[in-house]
């Protein structure tokens, strides 16, 4: 008796497989008969599959190996090395981190390859090199400053590996220079073209097309001799040495503050530095937990818009199934049967399409590198993981969208399958039921996640409302069909169809409802930001102003009369003011110009520095910390001397308030926009220098305070208060007024212009407009849009498909052949409608959850950051309501308005 137990569980597995391989033989053969179906299933799995394979491989090769990084870092030579402070330094082994256990953590000034080379041992060499180092040239009659150089002498042994040379060679001399593909696409030049500096006289030969391999996108190689003077650039030391590196080596040179990256790592420092990852914990988890709920939205997409399609198919199996439950089969075999299907289409789809997703990023790779990652990517390899995570997913997404069809064959009339008649469907009240707290539960999780600051419970959340929503749509379906007696004949015969095959019906619905949300959602935070972004980043200068500096000499003696000239017949008008700056002798730029703030208006917290909980609470409540871009002594200051002339161009301000600005400069004092740094109407002024042994001059002077409103706050000095401070006072340029807000092309053609006058190199300052993110609330549209369509469509379609009969009865009856045109549209009209309606409820409601969600997490922060304003993704909303039109009048096109005839035999 004890082994009846087991022989009979045996015996359950034997026939659970039996089973199951002979519903996948029926799948395979159902497959190939239904090709049509089968193709529209298995492109609708395959496309995301393809595209989640392109990325997984395409990261994984962007991943480089240390070994990789290392020899894209230091081509042949031994170690890299880096001066990030005068004291000494403890280092992690690779050269990723450092501390510096003394009080001081100073970067020198300047650092030259000698002095690192004296720290090495006799016989090293030491090449310095230069990244991310500003660079702006001529392209036509527009100045290029987007494009970045890096400083590096080529013809080094130690450089030669750092580059890939396409044609031409090195730099060699400080009049040459070397530009990737990009820069060469970019500003149009090739081999023997010059290349004239956007900011000084100087120009270069282009003598070589070469690539680094860390950068791909504009770039420019210059040679040591022909770069600028060092100004903050990302600066480092290739040495090779003359044997290994020694740990007397290492020690040495993190006593000096230098960090060493080389193959042999470091030896074991002071401080765990090894074990401190910020990435670690929480921050990681959040990350997953957020991308398995967006992947999860897409499945659920998919899953939408494949079931429909089962949902058919099941129907016209009706008497095979039947056939199967007269055989002796269960309503356990009929589900196996159906689900069959899912596990062999979602298997074919993920096969087929991780083999096009993997063929395709390694073909797409050149391309992938020059415009998505700016860089070379490493070795052909594969994540098995991430794969076999992406088939696991394609083969619930089939097995899920054959489930809710599955358990309604299992249900279904064996008699009535036999005769071939429609089992009318029951609709039971708990799905409505299962929705509506589903909804209620999603929102209650997103509150819950926006009170802790979470955004994977919020989006956690979300996905819960979604789900809701979809597992009510067959009840307002219902509730459609009963509206039905008041309509026409041609749209109650579409909503009581659409009621009456709600297994297909819903889910293209809920499937626009999935793709319209996700459109609304990401656009309302995407125009909520872009006004977010205007109030953090407030302009520099007033929308009219345009201020015109140069470098060096201008090259004509009445400058000012032929700027007027341009200004005029540029910008509309032929408003102008001398732009003076200030500064220190002999060496114009060695000093700091600022103004004194009281010490009791000073905030005393630093900003961005970690506080606690309590000290953040009574940092927002200071009205002293209620600036933003306050800095330890309070805000940068610009420098300017005027005499009331500029005035009013570069504040912006109401002629009254210049006014009163001029009549205190004429009488030696200073102008400032902000109010704090007044005392009784007095400046405290104060030139800093940077010789160390030089002590700061002071000086009080009358002051005149102006609101502006501008993201840059000016110290406007009168000439004789910068006589007071020992300054000298130089003409950099010029201020102009334009009679319209100026743009791109006005720029453009200005700073053209002004090229003959300023052979130095001339700068256009204006008040440029942020990013729009109009064309990409468009694109997010365009998606839902496609989505919405192409729901409709493949909803449309199978509708047509299994209304047949109705529609040959409708032929028969009399009906005339545009019928079926309007039948068509209707359907389509009912799905896009529903489903953007629901979409948009939906996606307003998720992003306000979201906002709240990051606006509660501002609240509680300092410094202060405004909050997400509510703003209607106009453009989005806009597209999305003309797209049920679109589908409603592509469905009745294609729609063939032949009635079909069909003969019984009885």
Not at 81 to 87: A, T
Not at 100 to 107: A, Q, W
Not at 812 to 834: H, M, N
Request: aromatic content about 4%; proline content about 7%.
């Amino acid at each position: 008796m004890s082994g009846s137990p087991r022989l009979l569980s045996r015996a359950r597995l034997a026939e659970a497989i039996g089973s199951w391989r002979a519903a996948l033989r029926i799948a395979r053969r159902e497959a190939r008969r239904a090709r049509g179906r089968t193709a529209l299933v298995l492109a609708m799995i395959i496309l995301p599959v393809l595209a989640l394979s392109f990325v997984s491989v395409s990261v994984e090769m962007s991943r480089l190996t240390p070994s990789e990084e290392l020899d894209r870092r230091l081509g042949s030579a031994d170690a890299e090395l880096r001066v990030v402070s005068r004291s000494s330094i403890q280092q992690s082994a690779d050269g990723t981190a450092w501390i510096s256990p003394g009080d001081e953590d100073k970067i020198p000034a300047a650092v030259t390859g000698e002095y690192v080379a004296a720290l090495l041992p006799e016989g090293s060499h030491v090449l310095p090199v230069r990244r991310w180092v500003p660079f702006s040239a001529w392209q036509g009659d527009r100045i290029r400053d987007d494009i970045d150089a890096t400083v590096i002498d080529l013809t080094d042994p130690l450089g030669r590996d750092l580059a890939r040379i396409h044609r031409g060679r090195a730099p060699a001399a400080a009049d040459e220079i070397a530009v990737n593909l990009a820069a060469r696409r970019s500003l149009g030049v090739d081999l023997g073209d010059r290349v004239v500096a956007g900011d000084s006289p100087r120009s270069w030969t282009v003598v070589g097309v070469a690539e680094l391999p860390e950068r791909l996108s504009p770039m420019v190689i210059l040679h040591p001799a022909g770069a600028p003077t060092p100004n903050g650039s990302d600066e480092v030391f290739l040495a090779d040495l003359p044997g290994p590196i020694t740990d007397d080596v290492y020690q040495r040179l993190n006593q000096h503050g230098i960090v060493v990256t080389a193959r042999m790592p470091a030896p074991p420092p002071g401080a765990p530095l090894d074990q401190y990852d910020p990435m670690v914990g929480g921050t990681s988890l959040e990350n997953v937990s957020t991308g398995v709920l967006v992947g999860g939205l897409g499945l659920l997409e998919v899953v939408l818009l494949v079931g429909p399609a089962f949902a058919v198919g099941v129907r016209r199996r009706r008497r095979e199934l039947a056939l199967v439950a007269v055989a002796g089969g269960d309503a356990a075999h009929l589900r196996r049967v159906v689900l069959a299907d899912g596990v062999v289409l979602g298997g074919a789809g993920a096969v087929i399409g991780i083999a096009l997703g993997v063929a395709a990023a390694f073909a797409g790779r050149p391309l992938v590198e020059q415009f998505i990652f700016h860089e070379r990517l490493g070795g052909y390899r594969v994540w098995p993981p991430g794969l076999i995570a992406i088939a696991l997913v394609a083969l619930l997404a089939g097995v899920l969208a054959a489930l809710a069809p599955a358990w309604t064959a299992a249900r279904q009339d064996v008699v009535a399958g036999l005769a071939g008649r429609r089992t009318p469907p029951t609709h039971r009240r708990r799905w409505l039921t299962i929705g509506i707290a589903l909804a209620a539960g999603g929102t209650v999780v997103a509150a819950i996640g926006a009170v802790v600051t979470s955004q994977s419970v919020i989006l956690a959340g979300l996905v819960l409302g979604e789900l809701g929503l979809v597992f009510a749509t067959p009840t307002l379906v219902g509730l459609l069909a009963r509206l039905g007696r008041f309509l026409p004949l041609v749209p109650r015969i579409a909503v009581r169809d659409a009621s009456r095959n709600r297994a297909s019906a819903a889910p293209a619905i809920s499937a626009v409802m999935a793709a319209v949300a996700g459109s609304v959602a990401l656009g309302l935070f995407l125009a909520s930001d872009e006004v977010r972004t205007e109030q953090r980043n407030r302009a520099f200068l007033p929308e009219h102003t345009v201020l015109v500096t140069y470098s060096g000499e201008i090259a004509s003696d009445n400058a000012r009369e032929q700027i007027s000239g341009l200004a005029r017949e540029l910008l509309g008008t032929d408003t102008i003011a001398p732009l003076v700056s200030a500064g220190c002798a002999p060496d114009f730029d060695s000093c700091m110009i600022t103004a004194t703030m009281p010490p009791e208006r000073l905030c005393p917290w630093r900003p961005y520095q970690p506080l606690s909980e309590g000290d953040q609470q009574r940092a927002r409540a200071d009205p002293r910390c209620q600036y933003r871009d306050d800095t330890l002594d309070g805000p940068y200051l610009r420098v300017a001397v005027d005499d009331g002339t500029a005035l009013g161009l570069l504040t912006g301000v109401a002629p009254d308030d210049v006014a009163a600005g001029t009549a205190t400069l004429r009488s030696g004092g200073a102008v400032i926009t902000d109010d704090r740094f007044l005392r009784d109407g007095r400046l405290d002024l104060r030139v800093e220098h940077g010789d160390e042994t030089r002590s700061t001059d002071t000086a009080t002077v009358p002051g005149h305070a102006l609101h502006t409103g501008l993201g840059e706050q000016w110290l406007v000095l009168s000439p004789a208060a910068a006589d007071r401070l020992g300054l000298v006072a130089r003409q950099i340029g010029w201020a102009l007024n334009a009679e319209k807000p100026p743009g791109q092309r006005q720029h453009d053609d200005l700073a053209a212009a002004l090229r003959p006058l300023a052979p130095a190199g001339v700068s256009v300052e204006w008040n440029r407009s942020h990013n729009n993110t109009r064309p990409l609330l468009l694109l997010l549209a365009g998606v839902a849009a496609v989505v919405t369509i192409g729901a409709a469509a493949i909803a449309t379609g199978l509708a047509a498909a299994e209304a047949r009969t109705d529609l040959s009865t409708l032929g028969a009856v009399g009906a005339s052949p545009r019928v079926r045109r309007l039948l068509s549209l209707c359907q389509a009209g009912l799905i896009t409608v529903l489903g953007s309606a629901l979409g948009i409820v939906a996606g307003l409601a998720s992003a306000l959850v979201v906002m709240a969600f990051t606006n509660q997490r501002y609240a509680d922060q300092w410094p202060i950051e405004p909050p997400y304003p509510l703003v209607m993704p106009w453009p989005t909303l806009g597209v999305l309501a003309a797209v049920p039109l679109v589908a409603m009048l592509g469905a009745a096109l294609f729609t063939r308005s032949r009635l079909p005839v069909e003969r019984h035999l009885d």
